[in-house]
């Protein structure tokens, strides 16, 4: 009890781990588990590689060279984990604790893809970026402009979004929407006999399909 709560004795512990003592002789040596040096040891910030067996070992090799392999033909992370059958995030957290390396080389390639992109024809007209980064004070401008009075559309095209993306962000802030104006009846007519012209001209191309024949 006295190792387990002593700061000096940790402390001497971590520093016998850093020196290249292992997890199993610390147990030994202070007399407690495996499983409590573990423990101790992570509060120090140091971590104690799991054992695992040759056939674990064998696994995580032949998964290894899957990824490779995959990666070579340019795959992505979801790509590679429908091809293996696994979940994308799984597969993420994965190679997190066995491929750290490839993942953040992936990660990389594809934040420069996307700053590569052409940007949005759809900018502000103060100059803002083109889909400029929904910020807290952006949020709280968008939420402004939509109770004074300003419409979707008109905020979409200020801040360079889609309209779509405007009427989330209100309703994750929970903002009363306005309902959508009516419609003419001058708009269904229009609606109404675009419907029949449309109908009128397939039921004439499957007439004349059916002559030909």
């Given at each position: 009890?006295?190792a387990?709560?002593?700061?000096?004795?940790?402390?001497?512990?971590?520093?016998?781990?850093?020196?290249?003592?292992?997890?199993?002789?610390?147990?030994?040596?202070?007399?407690?588990?495996l499983?409590?040096?573990?423990?101790?040891?992570?509060?120090?910030?140091?971590?104690?590689?799991?054992?695992?067996?040759?056939?674990?070992?064998?696994?995580?090799?032949?998964?290894?060279?899957?990824?490779?392999?995959?990666?070579?033909?340019?795959?992505?992370?979801?790509?590679?984990?429908?091809?293996?059958?696994?979940?994308?995030?799984?597969?993420r957290?994965?190679?997190?604790?066995h491929?750290?390396?490839?993942?953040?080389?992936?990660?990389?390639?594809?934040?420069a893809?996307?700053?590569a992109?052409?940007?949005?024809?759809?900018?502000?007209?103060?100059g803002?970026?083109?889909?400029a980064?929904?910020?807290?004070?952006r949020?709280?401008?968008?939420?402004?402009?939509?109770?004074?009075?300003?419409?979707?559309?008109?905020?979409?095209?200020?801040?360079?979004?889609?309209r779509?993306?405007?009427?989330r962000?209100l309703?994750r802030?929970?903002?009363?929407?306005?309902?959508?104006?009516?419609?003419?009846?001058?708009?269904?007519?229009?609606?109404?006999?675009?419907?029949?012209d449309?109908?009128?001209?397939?039921?004439?191309?499957?007439?004349?399909?059916?002559?030909?024949r």
């Amino acid at each position: 009890m006295h190792a387990r709560t002593d700061p000096a004795i940790l402390a001497a512990m971590a520093d016998m781990f850093r020196r290249g003592c292992s997890a199993e002789q610390l147990a030994d040596l202070y007399g407690i588990s495996l499983r409590q040096v573990q423990r101790r040891l992570a509060r120090r910030g140091l971590h104690v590689p799991r054992r695992r067996t040759p056939a674990q070992q064998l696994a995580i090799e032949m998964r290894r060279g899957q990824i490779h392999l995959l990666r070579g033909r340019g795959l992505s992370v979801s790509q590679m984990a429908r091809h293996l059958r696994l979940h994308p995030r799984y597969l993420r957290l994965w190679m997190s604790r066995h491929m750290l390396g490839l993942l953040e080389q992936m990660k990389a390639e594809v934040m420069a893809r996307g700053a590569a992109r052409a940007p949005r024809s759809s900018a502000s007209e103060e100059g803002l970026p083109a889909r400029a980064p929904l910020t807290r004070w952006r949020r709280a401008a968008i939420k402004r402009d939509y109770l004074a009075g300003y419409s979707i559309a008109a905020i979409a095209r200020h801040y360079g979004h889609h309209r779509t993306t405007i009427w989330r962000l209100l309703r994750r802030q929970r903002v009363p929407l306005r309902p959508r104006a009516a419609r003419s009846p001058r708009w269904l007519r229009a609606v109404r006999e675009r419907r029949m012209d449309r109908e009128k001209t397939e039921r004439e191309s499957s007439q004349e399909a059916s002559l030909a024949r």
